[in-house]
DNA sequence: CCGTCGGGTTGACGTGGATCAAACGCAGGG
DNA sequence: CCCTGCGTTTGATCCACGTCAACCCGACGG
């Protein structure tokens, strides 16, 4: 596998950044902080990094100092091992935190890798582990985000577990429907940062899969699909879809 | 699904115990504390639970109060969805954490349930947050815990998504094998705590293809198995298989 | 304008594991 | 001792998805 200009390349902007005038400070890590916390906060989150699409934000194997809040753009993350086979764990949107998995080990395990051009505040991880001795509300939210990433990490191995194909796109698509919801955008119509070759990878089928069942979907007119672009026509049909089914 | 008498049952024993003369505290949470912040741990966990193989340690829905260290014994978590799917997430022995899920929402979200007569340490979680504000290895251990279980969950999210039947088995055998090790025991020979079943719903497999699986093992003289108990006889076979293998 | 290229779609076919079904064997109870 | 029941093994068949291959289409460059 060839390093081409995009992989190869980790430089970046570097912009100072506050969260007490970050307009994500609903949907981050300040979440519930009193001002004079936010205030703080300020000092522990300081560097921003901007990215271009297929930037590489951090990689598997690096050393583990910060993690990283979404600020704006879109992300996947992806494990690969030896004999080359490789697997997408997640796709992270603004105001999600990236880097969680490399504390264990204080080595990053996977690689994060930008679909679009984006941006994050990147937070020391040990600046991060001091503040939250101080202040309760932040140590205990740094918990929940923790333990919510475990959450759903389960949910992924329900999917993979034992749904099928369109079920699991069904599941895939209602999941992120939600999130942009809660971002403000559009719950029923968004463009789609991944390749049907990275949504496969992630819910565990071929892009072949994939693609057939996004046709699937537009025959019995649950969704309008062109390219990426993804408009939902019926969400009760796509939710029944996925629990329902299953002889 | 009739609840019987087991699954009915939450009474347990209560015992008072302590970390600093635990023969876990090397595999557990006082890891690296000094003998004067263990002394502050004993404290904190306050309360011990016997549990008999079968009995529920939580259930999905209750609320969240403590999270619980495996003293003896043996465990599994597993969620289930309205449609009555089911997968175990996970296989807990001496030394590990349970309860980690709830966190996030203050709300159990999967059942943990002993497959054997067990013992776990009832550990207050508010309690917990309280003291790794004052024990800074404490804080950074636990972080290292969380985030150990979110690099295991993305493992089998890979094992799920890309790997066949039997590199599953295989690598499910090592990674018990490892962690039997890892506790002073032979790491070639062990008993399964858990049925086909169960290891097919960790597996994302019927209970028939782990049966066929430890069969055709068995031919190949990987191992020898007289129902639940295991006995390796070729650890580099079923490495190799694991990473091999795929056309 | 056309040629190329990468991602996406669609079709034909093969297969790994699910499903269905039968039989086994150990454990516990009478 | 035999009966019963559950977990397991094993076999036969089926089907969802993977594989392989052709083709499409919008983007981009000359």
Redesign the pocket.
Known sequence: MPKDAATARLAFEIVKTACSNCNLRELCLPIGLAPEELKKLDELVSTRRRLKRGDYLYRAGQVFESIYAVRSGFFKTDVLIEDGRDQVTGFQMTGELLGLDGISSEIHTCNAIALEDSEVCAIPFSHLEGLSRQIHTLQHHFHKVMSREIVRDHGVMMLLGT??????LAAFLLNLSQRFKARGYSPAEFN?R?????I?SYL????????????HF?EEKLLA?H??KIRILNTEGLKKLMTHQ??
């Open positions: 749904m099928r194909a369109e079920e699991r789609l991944m390749s049907r070759d990275e496969g565990g089928l071929k892009l072949e899969t994939v693609s057939r069942a996004f046709s537009q699909v390219q990426r299953r002889g």
